[in-house]
C-alpha cells in the first residue's frame, strides 16, 4: 500500500504525533508502506506562513525536502497532469490545496492519510482512524 500525507497529517506526525489516529501513526512507521509527502504540502506551509497564518512551519518550510527525505518518506512533485486534474473537479470543494492533493492522490493511485471528510467531494477516500 502507498499513501499520499495531507499537510496536516505532515505536520502532526513531525510535530505532534500523538494527534493521529493510532492506525495513521502504525502505516507511517510500517516499513512494508510507502509514504509520500507532497510538493504542493510544501507550497501549502510557505503560502500560509508568510501571509501570518501558520507561523509554526517555518523550521519545516526552510527544509522540507531534508525533513521529508529523514523521515523515510518520497517527495511527490506536482505535475502538469496533477494540475489539470485539480483544476477539472467540481467546484464544491473549493481548496486549491486539496484540490491538488487529490488529484494527486487519483493519478498516482495513493491513499490520503487526512481527517478532511470534505475530500470525498472530489471522489477521495481519506484514510483516518
Do not use: N
Not at 7 to 22: D, G, N, R, S
Not at 78 to 101: E, N, Q
Amino acid at each position: 500500500m502507498s499513501y499520499l500525507l495531507d499537510t496536516h497529517a505532515l505536520f502532526w506526525w513531525l510535530y505532534f504525533p500523538e494527534l493521529l489516529p493510532p492506525t495513521v501513526r502504525e502505516k507511517l512507521t510500517d516499513p512494508d508502506v510507502r509514504v509520500f509527502a507532497s510538493a504542493v504540502s510544501a507550497y501549502e506551509m510557505s503560502y500560509k506562513r508568510h501571509r501570518g497564518r501558520w507561523p509554526e512551519v517555518e523550521p519545516l518550510v526552510g527544509a522540507f525536502e531534508e525533513i521529508v527525505s529523514a523521515e523515510g518518506f518520497d517527495l511527490l512533485p506536482l505535475t502538469a497532469r496533477h494540475a489539470a486534474r485539480a483544476g477539472s473537479y467540481p467546484a464544491m470543494h473549493r481548496d486549491p490545496f486539496d484540490r491538488m492533493l487529490a488529484a494527486q492522490a487519483e493519478i498516482e493511485g495513493l491513499f490520503i492519510l487526512s481527517s478532511d471528510t470534505g475530500l470525498k467531494a472530489l471522489g477521495v477516500m481519506p484514510v483516518w482512524g
